[in-house]
Nanobody, 123 residues
Framework: EVQLVESGGGLVQAGGSLRLSCATSGLVFDDYGIGWFRQAPGEEREGISCFSGRDGRSYYADSVKGRFTISTDNVKNTVYLIMSSLKPEDTAVYYC????????????????WGQGTQVTVSS
């Protein structure tokens, strides 16, 4: 059974940093794309980053490019989202998700989801 568990969210001031963790079980990174999404109240779920286990490539949305970094620890089976230069508009619930074989463009193309972790950035 595939499981994803996010942690690391919290309250941070604008300009600060946070590291989110997505602990996975029941999957092999080589066979999946692991994505990070976020959803603010009243907004659609937004894909912000993805790591492709098949070819090791990382992808970022324009809204976070240069500020967020996705990384993996294959020993711990964990994917991280390192967020810096945070802005109030980054406030959202952050989710990790897994898609079989590769990163996908739309959130509904992902097969497994974590429960989410809240990130709040104060101005």
């Amino acid at each position: 059974e595939v499981q994803l568990v996010e942690s690391g969210g919290g309250l941070v001031q604008a300009g600060g940093s946070l590291r989110l963790s997505c602990a996975t079980s029941g999957l092999v990174f080589d066979d999946y794309g692991i994505g990070w999404f976020r959803q603010a109240p009243g907004e659609e779920r937004e894909g912000i980053s993805c790591f492709s286990g098949r070819d090791g490539r990382s992808y970022y949305a324009d809204s976070v490019k240069g500020r967020f970094t996705i990384s993996t620890d294959n020993v711990k089976n964990t994917v991280y989202l390192i967020m810096s230069s945070l802005k109030p508009e980054d406030t959202a619930v952050y989710y990790c998700a897994a898609a079989v074989r590769e990163c996908r463009h739309y959130y509904y193309e992902y097969d497994y989801w974590g429960q989410g972790t809240q990130v709040t950035v104060s101005s």
